[in-house]
């Protein structure tokens, strides 16, 4: 079946795109949301990982092991979450996960510097580093 998976940085309306879906009820497509298995501190990454990124790597390769068997069981899958492009190529193939979909999510500036610092009250996530995420 078929595998989607959402990337783009903190605000761009990943998770907006897959709840809407959700809602819709279709017991045919399951979506799954990357940070549901649990962001911790960054200073808890460094200790287990050695960086954010390795963390991230990490976290990428287990879930696309978990969506290569989920994609097994004949259903449709919305993945969404902040991790790289080649993150996704590379856990998918060492997964066995041959077919899916990757789309970036982007958006102005704006959206998401509201989004982080109203919405989510995490101003300090709506630097330039996040902004600059898609490029």
Do not use: N, Y
């Not at 962001?39 to 092991?65: C, D, K, N, Y």
């Not at 077919?99 to 995490?122: A, M, N, W, Y």
């Amino acid at each position: 079946m078929t595998t989607v998976v959402l990337l783009g940085a903190s605000g761009s309306g990943k998770t907006a795109i897959a709840e809407a879906l959700a809602s819709r009820g279709d017991a045919r497509v399951d979506v799954l949301h990357f940070d549901r298995i649990g962001v911790p501190p960054l200073r808890r990454m460094i200790a287990e990982h050695g960086s954010a990124e390795a963390w991230q790597r990490a976290m990428t390769f287990e879930w696309m092991a978990r969506l290569a068997e989920a994609s097994r069981h004949a259903r449709h899958i919305l993945f969404e979450g902040q991790t790289r492009f080649r993150l996704v190529a590379e856990a998918a193939a060492a997964a066995g996960l041959s077919h899916h979909v990757p789309i970036l999510v982007d958006c102005d500036d704006e959206t998401p510097k509201h989004r982080l610092s109203f919405d989510r009250g995490q101003p300090e996530l709506a630097d330039q580093t996040m902004m600059d995420w898609a490029r």
